[in-house]
């Protein structure tokens, strides 16, 4: 399929040296980042976290893989924030990695370099590194499935350890977030469109590594067939094709959004590489690359204008999209790559340093204000239910449960959540319930007070405080706090 590329020059070589020191060096300061001043958990983070202490072969909402590393690295470095988010920072300088060597054997040590040095600083990127979310496995796994498919045909169609290295990431990916299986789309999308592709729809190495793949995956199939096909569900629901089915400020907003997840520079030689690709005659490489980026934007686009498509969404199209940028502005204005690198060096140290700057200067931008705050929620919850021995946490909320499962001590991992209805709608629903006459409970909750329906179910209803932490002088986490006991039955 792909001929062998001509041999580096020293420049290129030394190109993919110093692309891969970078690497290194940006994943290291992020390690260090996490290690001494990581950000707070998310809820969703504090989710996967409570997830990882029964590792299972499968969740709710998600598959097993992002679960599985917060696992692993808990149990290597302990229970911090830097130990649950450190899977994403290693996982990301993994695909920059590969990132380099998937471009220097489709265009030469010039190209793989400039690729891997832009995806490590790409904004997304280096918000996405120093959360625990499951875009950084897919990605990881996704880029190691795309080097595979160039290099295994070099080596024959028959089966081949690039085709087993194939199947193990397609199977993994998988197992990471179910968009991998866009991977499939993609890989026909570029069979039917490029000639010169299409003698590998009948490889038997290509067929056996997707059969590889979907054995890999098949403990996460049984597990959904055994709880109801709970995380299928999720992710159907997360379409919402129910409502209104345009929606051209969703449209706007998440076009916009691209912008900021790659960089503007990074779009504009994507839209040229694009280009390039659909002309009569292209080369197969850059059909490749495109085959395998844009079926991901075109889908996500129209599933914004159709109801909600979140900005993080279109990340595997930017894993070949990154190559094909960096393809596009090498052939039409190298130096933009430089500037694209030095704008989002400064965009990544302000981003890690913005919590520093505010110590100096006043000014109320804070994106992470969403998470700031639950340490000291969780130690004053801590506090109350130590005064309170043998009461069990109930909140009424996800946010709230899975974040102050994390941050009271010790862990209440017998904390309930309040379900009236009975439905599931998220990991707790579906792992705790409110028994009759249940016990004394501690109930957090964001609301300032007790619903009227809420207190006729219990015998004693107590309020024992509101906890108020101030973040910035127009903004502080409150929340309520009561004391139940005797529980009649919803």
Same mark, same amino acid.
């Given at each position: 399929? *792909?001929?062998?590329?001509?041999?580096?020059?020293?420049?290129?070589?030394?190109?993919?040296?110093?692309?891969?020191?970078?690497?290194?060096?940006?994943?290291?300061?992020?390690?260090?980042?996490?290690?001494?001043?990581?950000?707070?958990?998310?809820?969703?983070?504090?989710?996967?976290?409570?997830?990882?202490?029964?590792?299972?072969?499968?969740?709710?909402?998600?598959?097993?893989?992002?679960?599985?590393? $917060?696992?692993?690295?808990?149990?290597?470095?302990?229970?911090?924030?830097?130990?649950?988010?450190?899977?994403?920072?290693?996982?990301?300088?993994?695909?920059?990695?590969?990132?380099?060597?998937?471009?220097?054997?489709?265009?030469?040590?010039?190209?793989?370099?400039?690729?891997?040095?832009?995806?490590?600083?790409?904004?997304?990127?280096?918000?996405?590194?120093?959360?625990?979310?499951?875009?950084?496995?897919?990605?990881? *796994?996704?880029?190691?499935?795309?080097?595979?498919?160039?290099?295994?045909?070099?080596?024959?169609?028959? $089966?081949?350890?690039?085709?087993?290295?194939?199947?193990?990431?397609?199977?993994?990916?998988?197992?990471?977030?179910?968009?991998?299986? *866009?991977?499939?789309?993609?890989?026909?999308?570029?069979?039917?469109?490029?000639?010169?592709?299409?003698?590998?729809?009948?490889?038997?190495?290509?067929?056996?590594?997707?059969?590889?793949?979907?054995?890999?995956?098949?403990?996460?199939?049984?597990?959904?067939?055994?709880?109801?096909?709970?995380?299928?569900?999720?992710?159907?629901?997360?379409?919402?094709?129910?409502?209104?089915?345009?929606?051209?400020?969703?449209?706007?907003?998440?076009?916009?959004?691209?912008?900021?997840?790659?960089?503007?520079?990074?779009?504009?030689?994507?839209?040229?590489?694009?280009?390039?690709?659909?002309?009569?005659?292209?080369?197969?490489?850059?059909?490749?690359?495109?085959?395998?980026?844009?079926?991901?934007?075109?889908?996500?686009?129209?599933?914004?204008?159709?109801?909600?498509?979140?900005?993080?969404?279109?990340?595997?199209?930017?894993?070949?999209?990154?190559?094909?940028?960096?393809?596009?502005?090498?052939?039409?204005?190298?130096?933009?790559?430089?500037?694209?690198?030095?704008?989002?060096?400064?965009?990544?140290?302000?981003?890690?340093?913005?919590?520093?700057?505010?110590?100096?200067?006043?000014?109320?931008?804070?994106?992470?204000?969403?998470?700031?705050?639950?340490?000291?929620?969780?130690?004053?919850?801590?506090?109350?239910?130590?005064?309170?021995?043998?009461?069990?946490?109930?909140?009424?909320?996800?946010?709230?449960?899975?974040?102050?499962?994390?941050?009271?001590?010790?862990?209440?991992?017998?904390?309930?959540?309040?379900?009236?209805?009975?439905?599931?709608?998220?990991?707790?629903?579906?792992?705790?319930?409110?028994?009759?006459?249940?016990?004394?409970?501690?109930?957090?909750?964001?609301?300032?007070?007790?619903?009227?329906?809420?207190?006729?179910? *219990?015998?004693?209803?107590?309020?024992?405080?509101?906890?108020?932490?101030?973040?910035?002088?127009?903004?502080?986490?409150?929340?309520?706090?009561?004391?139940?006991?005797?529980?009649?039955?919803?």
């Amino acid at each position: 399929m *792909f001929a062998h590329s001509v041999p580096d020059d020293p420049s290129s070589r030394r190109a993919v040296v110093l692309a891969l020191a970078l690497i290194a060096a940006v994943t290291a300061a992020r390690c260090l980042l996490l290690a001494f001043d990581p950000p707070n958990l998310s809820f969703d983070e504090a989710q996967y976290w409570a997830w990882a202490q029964t590792v299972q072969l499968g969740y709710y909402s998600k598959p097993p893989m992002v679960a599985w590393v $917060i696992a692993a690295t808990t149990a290597l470095f302990g229970q911090s924030e830097g130990a649950v988010k450190l899977g994403s920072t290693l996982a990301q300088g993994g695909t920059a990695a590969i990132l380099v060597f998937l471009g220097r054997a489709l265009g030469g040590g010039r190209l793989g370099a400039w690729a891997g040095a832009a995806w490590v600083t790409m904004p997304a990127v280096a918000l996405s590194a120093v959360m625990i979310t499951t875009d950084p496995f897919l990605l990881l *796994f996704w880029v190691a499935g795309l080097l595979a498919l160039v290099e295994a045909p070099r080596r024959g169609l028959g $089966i081949n350890r690039w085709w087993v290295l194939f199947g193990i990431a397609f199977g993994l990916g998988l197992l990471s977030k179910y968009a991998m299986a *866009f991977f499939l789309g993609c890989l026909g999308m570029w069979l039917a469109w490029d000639r010169k592709a299409r003698p590998l729809a009948k490889a038997p190495g290509l067929w056996a590594g997707l059969v590889l793949g979907v054995l890999i995956y098949l403990p996460n199939l049984l597990w959904n067939a055994a709880n109801g096909f709970v995380s299928y569900a999720h992710t159907k629901d997360n379409a919402n094709l129910k409502g209104d089915l345009f929606n051209p400020d969703k449209l706007a907003e998440f076009v916009g959004g691209q912008f900021g997840v790659f960089g503007p520079i990074l779009m504009l030689g994507l839209v040229l590489g694009v280009m390039g690709a659909f002309r009569k005659g292209s080369d197969s490489r850059l059909r490749l690359l495109a085959a395998f980026s844009v079926p991901v934007l075109l889908v996500m686009t129209v599933e914004s204008l159709l109801s909600r498509a979140n900005a993080n969404w279109t990340a595997p199209a930017y894993v070949s999209g990154v190559v094909l940028a960096c393809w596009a502005l090498l052939r039409w204005r190298p130096w933009l790559l430089k500037a694209s690198l030095g704008l989002h060096l400064v965009v990544m140290g302000g981003l890690y340093g913005l919590d520093f700057a505010r110590h100096v200067v006043d000014f109320r931008f804070d994106p992470e204000k969403r998470i700031k705050g639950w340490d000291a929620v969780g130690d004053r919850v801590s506090a109350i239910l130590a005064a309170h021995p043998g009461a069990r946490l109930l909140a009424d909320e996800r946010k709230v449960l899975a974040t102050l499962t994390y941050y009271v001590h010790p862990h209440p991992f017998d904390a309930i959540k309040w379900n009236p209805s009975g439905r599931i709608h998220d990991h707790f629903d579906q792992t705790t319930r409110l028994e009759i006459g249940a016990g004394e409970l501690i109930y957090v909750t964001e609301l300032p007070d007790m619903k009227d329906d809420m207190r006729a179910r *219990f015998a004693t209803v107590e309020k024992l405080e509101d906890i108020v932490v101030p973040l910035h002088h127009d903004y502080a986490r409150r929340l309520s706090v009561w004391r139940l006991d005797g529980f009649a039955g919803y």
